[in-house]
């Protein structure tokens, strides 16, 4: 799979189309239409908001709503991105049998509207910014690298898990209780200060996973820089690079099982 | 127009596919089978030692029952299947469409489903929108493309599909059972676009149960039946192995019909027709017929009951059409009376068929009435049927001895 092939003039018009149709399909039928990608996203923060930052008090953080909507929105970025390229395959099974092209081309379509999704969502975390009177940091210019890093963990992960789903149909149910455990695990609702009081060595342990590394990250270069990161709990900002290994690894793994069993999807899907 | 050249190299291909017994699409199932010893699949081979060449420019037809691998062979030279074992070699661009509207989504409009269509076919936005007037032009749908494709009929969907498809542009086009689709109009919209093909140095490859459209169009043909090749080369010879594969299975599968209609029947209490056969010119029993044969046809009566002046008749069906094409009866043949029967009695009736029927399947249904034609002693629509092979014309029941003739005219 040479990268020019990836780009080919093809391949690009396809994608192109595949994003746009997948995005006018989502909200088919409803009144609110792509409001909905917004709305999902801001209901979820309302709620935990609520929940955890006025009935129980979860630490005390500066522009803990910011804070909290940034978090969810990542995580949201992250779920949707894995979730959706998870079913792409099986989805769009009646075009696999039919038509030959790349397939990770569906995989890629399904993962870069989330993608666009998650462009819509930062501009209302941007509103937020602004009524919080949150000062705009130069460390802001990291945003995308944390970004990119989940994108492309979850484009890893979304390969993977969609070349699975076409043997097994149980991917999807394991993957929803891992998301369910891994939405705990991460530092979203709950600023990590909390678990440095408790345990050290689990707050270091939490931040090796990259969606956690990257959420705080994200935060410290846009919201405040209190917020602790890699960098500032091991006191050196090498160990970043665990985490990063962790998301190429993963990365490498989903695209070489994906191409290894895309011959055949075909037939099995 | 054929050239020497090749453009598609098929050799030795075999494919076979995994088929899970039961419902196995699960880990539980999986781990279960391995503790029972059970593989929880059959090995079913699709493809076996299939080997052809295609020239460039050629009009090449795949040919097959239902089930002989057509499809999984279209497949694979699209590069939607891989092959086990074997070569494929394709040269030159391919257009992979397997069927027509591969992608439209029922949720979308017309406009956005031509757009989709058209960027599954390779072509960019900018290429779509210079065409999508004359595309809508030729599928004739100008007031509907803000619709959704769901409030089309199947006709112009398939009108639509069609205009975007004849745009693919390739050295090589796949077509699958195209005109099974779509009114009398839209068939010979296909045919004029296939006759451009056939005049273009386009390769197509077609796969169609048609035989009077593989004739027309297709230079050669490869015929598979239970995934092998059974036949390769000229069309009309490999036609010609085609319905007599195609109709030993038909002949099977009516014996077990008429089977089950005899334990059906009810004892008639005025008469009975029995034995209803074919004969050769030799008397000699017989349902295969070559073009050209003597053949009779010659059923018993045997009467229940006195019965005075009944009409005897039969009628000859080919089969898949609705209007018998020989109907006839003592009456129509004018024996005005038929005579008297006395309980016991036993009558065989012989009725010879002319000689210029072409090929095809044929029905007999003999058919005893009373002398009013107003009750049925006995019918039966399905009593036997026969079987004409070879000639050459498979567009008309009958031939003529009469020739066309034609002359310039000063």
């Not at chain 2, 088929?19 to 029972?36: A, D, M, T, V, W």
Request: glycine residues 8%; hydrophobic residues 45%; charged residues 20%.
């Amino acid at each position: 799979m040479k990268l020019s092939n990836i780009f080919s003039r093809r391949n690009r018009i396809l994608l192109r189309e595949l994003v746009i149709t997948d995005f006018k399909l989502r909200y088919q039928g409803s009144v609110l239409g792509y409001a909905w990608s917004i709305l999902k996203p801001l209901f979820l923060f309302a709620i935990m908001y609520v929940v955890f930052g006025m009935l129980i008090k979860l630490g005390s953080v500066e522009h803990y709503s910011v804070y909290l909507l940034l978090g969810i929105v990542l995580w949201t970025f992250f779920s949707e991105a894995t979730n959706q390229g998870m079913g792409s395959i099986v989805g769009r099974g009646d075009l696999l049998r039919k038509i030959s092209f790349p397939k990770y081309i569906i995989v890629l379509s399904t993962t870069i509207s989330a993608l666009v999704n998650l462009m819509l969502n930062l501009t209302i975390v941007a509103i937020f910014m602004l009524i919080n009177g949150v000062h705009l940091n130069v460390s802001a210019w990291m945003l995308p690298l944390y970004i990119v890093e989940i994108y492309v963990l979850a484009l890893g992960l979304a390969s993977l898990l969609s070349a699975l789903n076409v043997k097994y149909r149980d991917t999807g149910h394991i993957w929803e209780i891992i998301m369910q455990a891994a939405f705990y695990a991460t530092p979203i609702i709950y600023p990590l200060s909390i678990v440095i009081d408790k345990s050290e060595i689990a707050a270091k342990f939490i931040m090796m996973n990259p969606i956690a590394q990257a959420i705080q990250g994200a935060r410290y270069s846009l919201i405040t820089h209190d917020t602790a990161t890699v960098a500032s709990l091991f006191k050196n900002g090498w160990y970043v690079l665990i985490p990063i290994g962790i998301v190429i690894i993963i990365f490498a793994i989903g695209a070489s099982y994906f191409k290894k069993n895309s011959k055949y999807f075909a037939e099995n899907v | 127009m054929p050239s020497q050249e090749l453009a598609v190299i098929v050799k030795n291909l075999c494919k076979s596919f995994k088929l899970p017994h039961e419902q196995h699409s699960g880990i539980k199932q999986r781990i279960i089978n391995i503790f029972k010893g059970i593989k929880g699949y059959e090995i079913q081979k699709v493809l076996d030692d299939v080997s052809f060449e295609i020239k460039k420019g050629e009009f090449f037809g795949i040919v097959g029952r239902n089930g002989s691998g057509k499809s999984t062979l279209l497949k694979i030279l699209a590069g939607i299947y891989v092959p086990d074992k074997g070569l494929v070699q394709v040269k030159g661009s391919l257009t992979p469409f397997i069927e027509l509207g591969v992608g439209f989504n029922p949720e979308l409009t017309g406009r956005e489903n031509v757009f989709l269509n058209g960027a599954l076919l390779g072509f960019s936005e900018v290429e779509m929108n210079e065409m999508y007037g004359s595309i809508v032009e030729f599928a004739e749908l100008e007031s509907f493309m803000d619709q959704k494709l769901k409030n089309y009929s199947s006709g112009m969907q398939v009108r639509l599909a069609f205009s975007i498809a004849i745009r693919a542009r390739s050295d090589i086009l796949l077509v699958d059972e195209v005109l099974a689709v779509g009114d009398a109009a839209f068939q010979s919209k296909c045919f004029d676009y296939f006759y451009k093909l056939k005049k273009s140095d386009t390769t197509v490859i077609f796969v169609s149960h048609d035989q009077g459209a593989l004739e027309r169009f297709c230079d050669r043909c490869i015929l598979l039946d239970k995934g092998m090749n059974i036949s390769y080369g000229e069309t009309k010879k490999v036609l010609s192995k085609y319905s007599g594969i195609a109709f030993e299975r038909l002949e099977n599968d009516e014996i077990t019909i008429n089977n089950s209609k005899k334990n059906e029947k009810k004892a008639s209490p005025q008469a009975m027709i029995e034995n209803t056969v074919t004969l050769d010119e030799d008397g000699d029993e017989k349902n295969k017929f070559s073009y050209g044969s003597k053949i009779t046809i010659e059923y018993d009566i045997k009467f229940l009951k006195d019965t005075n002046n009944p009409i005897m008749g039969v009628t000859i069906w080919q089969k898949n059409v609705d209007k018998a094409f020989i109907a006839t009866n003592t009456l129509i043949d004018g024996y005005k009376d038929s005579g008297a029967f006395k309980k016991g009695d036993h009558l065989r009736l012989t009725f010879k068929l002319p000689r210029t029927l072409n090929s095809g399947e044929y029905i007999i249904e003999p058919a005893l009435a009373n002398e009013a034609g107003t009750v049925f002693y006995d019918k039966q629509p399905n009593a036997a049927t026969f079987f004409i092979n070879g000639g050459n014309n498979p567009y008309s029941i009958l031939s003529f001895d009469e020739k066309m003739i034609y002359k310039k005219q000063p």
